[in-house]
């Protein structure tokens, strides 16, 4: 008689997603992994790519490799339309349905605007790699169109970046925007004194960094400050316009461009799967399994996962990626005819970097280091935690080169890009 092979279908190739899989490289299952793309990134390293300090290849890595190492593994490219949990189906925009006795949801975040008016139509994200790269290639588009301004003799449009959000993502851009005008574009658009192309942080909160220490939060905004970079605090933004970011309290801020980093929120599949929502993410029991469906499970930025004390876990990479491994637990007993267990989080700490030379990190027994040192930890993590020996490899290469020349390979514009939408 034929055993049936469980099949477990993971939504998502992100760091919780390809944990699950990881997970269960000796299971005796067949998987199915679903993304819209057929690659996973590396999202702490996207502010790299917009920079020019490393290439879309550094940060990527393609799925069907990470499925080789499966007996029984496939994938599929698409977005998920829908998920019927009683009949255990996933249907994919393309119309077809796909089957299940086990769903991981790990379909991450998206971008979150809070209804201020002109974020969707005048700022630029940078959630995944089209959107670092519409980044690189707007920077540059525009010091090409004040290079040939001021070869006419016309007077160049001003070039001013404003940054809204002063998280991790917000600070590292930041610091990378100043360091690839100074140190390279100036010397590539010698024509133009960038040194007055003024970089701003706008933070609606009273510091930088919120979910570190104070120590650090002061750390950051003084590097920061260090390398010309305004900081406003205490300014929530009220719109954005055409060349401005309006804060509420009426001030203008000019902006030939725009960056949104000023939070996420769940991916729209949360609200589709019709089971309950905790501030847009999806409730879960203690073992991460959706409420009355123990064969499905949330991880990750879409999953309201609460610590050891009561509040929700951050969106960043270290849940998603502890919650994975413990799914592929839970599955494995789950077949086995095991009983749940609870997911316990770990707090590893949390690092940010401002630029060459200046990072913070910190970890949960209360060491904290900056400067040179908490850079040099922030460099080794992200090197470990990239995906494939290749990709380590070629990021520690530019790093290198990057560091001895102050010269960044990755700025040119492969494609002639769109007027930007400000113009």
Same mark, same amino acid.
């Given at each position: 008689?034929?055993? #049936?092979?469980p099949?477990?279908?993971?939504?998502?190739?992100?760091?919780?997603g390809?944990?699950?899989?990881?997970?269960?490289?000796?299971?005796?299952?067949?998987?199915?992994? @679903?993304?819209?793309?057929?690659?996973?990134?590396?999202?702490?390293?996207?502010y790299?790519?917009?920079?020019?300090? &490393?290439?879309?290849?550094?940060?990527?890595?393609?799925?069907?490799?990470?499925?080789?190492?499966?007996?029984?593994?496939?994938?599929?490219?698409?977005?998920?339309?829908a998920?019927?949990?009683?009949?255990k189906?996933?249907?994919?925009?393309?119309?077809?349905?796909?089957?299940?006795?086990?769903?991981v949801?790990?379909?991450?975040?998206?971008?979150?605007?809070?209804?201020?008016?002109? @974020?969707? *139509?005048?700022?630029?994200?940078?959630?995944?790699?089209?959107?670092?790269?519409?980044?690189?290639?707007?920077?540059?588009?525009?010091?090409?169109?004040?290079?040939?301004?001021?070869?006419?003799?016309?007077?160049?449009?001003? /070039?001013?970046l404003?940054?809204?959000?002063g998280?991790?993502?917000?600070? *590292? #851009?930041?610091?990378?925007?100043?360091?690839?005008?100074?140190?390279v574009?100036?010397?590539?658009?010698? *024509?133009?004194?960038?040194?007055?192309?003024?970089?701003?942080?706008?933070?609606?909160?009273?510091?930088?960094?919120?979910?570190?220490?104070?120590?650090?939060?002061?750390?950051?905004?003084?590097?920061?400050?260090?390398?010309?970079?305004?900081?406003?605090l205490?300014?929530p933004?009220?719109?954005?316009?055409?060349?401005?970011?309006? &804060?509420?309290?009426?001030?203008?801020l000019?902006?030939?461009?725009?960056v949104?980093?000023?939070?996420v929120?769940?991916?729209? /599949?949360?609200?589709?799967?019709?089971?309950? /929502?905790e501030?847009?993410?999806?409730?879960?029991?203690?073992?991460?399994?959706?409420?009355?469906?123990?064969?499905?499970?949330?991880?990750?930025?879409?999953?309201?996962?609460?610590?050891?004390?009561?509040?929700?876990?951050?969106?960043?990479?270290?849940?998603?990626?502890?919650?994975g491994?413990?799914?592929?637990?839970?599955?494995?007993?789950?077949?086995?005819?095991g009983?749940?267990?609870?997911?316990?989080?770990?707090?590893?700490?949390?690092?940010?970097?401002?630029?060459?030379?200046?990072?913070?990190?910190?970890?949960?027994?209360?060491?904290?280091?900056?400067?040179? @040192?908490?850079?040099?930890?922030?460099?080794? /993590?992200?090197?470990l935690?990239?995906?494939?020996?290749?990709?380590?490899?070629? #990021?520690? @290469?530019?790093?290198?080169?990057?560091?001895?020349?102050?010269?960044?390979?990755?700025?040119?514009?492969?494609?002639?890009?769109?007027?930007?939408?400000?113009?």
């Amino acid at each position: 008689m034929n055993r #049936t092979i469980p099949h477990v279908v993971v939504i998502g190739a992100g760091f919780g997603g390809t944990r699950v899989v990881r997970g269960l490289r000796d299971a005796d299952v067949r998987i199915t992994v @679903v993304d819209q793309h057929n690659f996973h990134t590396f999202q702490p390293l996207l502010y790299q790519v917009a920079t020019a300090g &490393l290439d879309v290849g550094d940060i990527t890595f393609p799925v069907r490799t990470l499925l080789r190492k499966h007996r029984a593994a496939s994938f599929v490219m698409g977005s998920v339309s829908a998920v019927d949990l009683d009949d255990k189906t996933v249907t994919i925009d393309n119309g077809d349905v796909i089957s299940y006795d086990f769903l991981v949801v790990a379909a991450g975040s998206v971008s979150h605007s809070f209804g201020i008016p002109g @974020v969707d *139509e005048y700022a630029l994200e940078l959630k995944d790699v089209d959107d670092a790269v519409r980044l690189r290639n707007r920077l540059i588009a525009q010091l090409e169109r004040a290079s040939q301004a001021m070869r006419r003799g016309d007077a160049p449009d001003e /070039l001013a970046l404003v940054i809204v959000g002063g998280g991790p993502t917000g600070v *590292e #851009t930041a610091g990378g925007m100043r360091e690839l005008v100074d140190k390279v574009l100036a010397k590539d658009y010698d *024509e133009l004194d960038l040194r007055r192309m003024r970089i701003t942080v706008v933070e609606s909160g009273d510091r930088l960094l919120p979910g570190f220490h104070q120590q650090s939060s002061v750390s950051a905004a003084r590097a920061l400050a260090g390398r010309n970079i305004d900081v406003r605090l205490d300014a929530p933004v009220g719109a954005i316009e055409p060349g401005a970011v309006v &804060l509420r309290d009426g001030t203008r801020l000019a902006a030939s461009l725009v960056v949104w980093a000023a939070g996420v929120t769940a991916s729209p /599949l949360a609200a589709a799967l019709g089971t309950p /929502l905790e501030r847009g993410r999806v409730t879960v029991e203690p073992n991460l399994s959706l409420p009355g469906h123990p064969d499905a499970f949330a991880i990750g930025d879409i999953a309201a996962v609460h610590g050891a004390d009561g509040s929700l876990l951050p969106q960043v990479a270290q849940p998603a990626i502890q919650g994975g491994l413990h799914v592929a637990k839970e599955i494995v007993a789950a077949i086995g005819g095991g009983q749940p267990t609870a997911f316990g989080y770990h707090d590893k700490g949390s690092m940010a970097t401002i630029g060459r030379n200046q990072a913070v990190a910190e970890f949960p027994n209360g060491l904290r280091f900056r400067g040179f @040192v908490g850079w040099v930890m922030w460099l080794g /993590l992200h090197i470990l935690y990239l995906m494939g020996f290749r990709n380590r490899a070629s #990021t520690l @290469v530019n790093w290198s080169w990057n560091y001895l020349t102050y010269d960044r390979a990755a700025r040119v514009l492969a494609e002639r890009p769109p007027p930007p939408a400000n113009d």
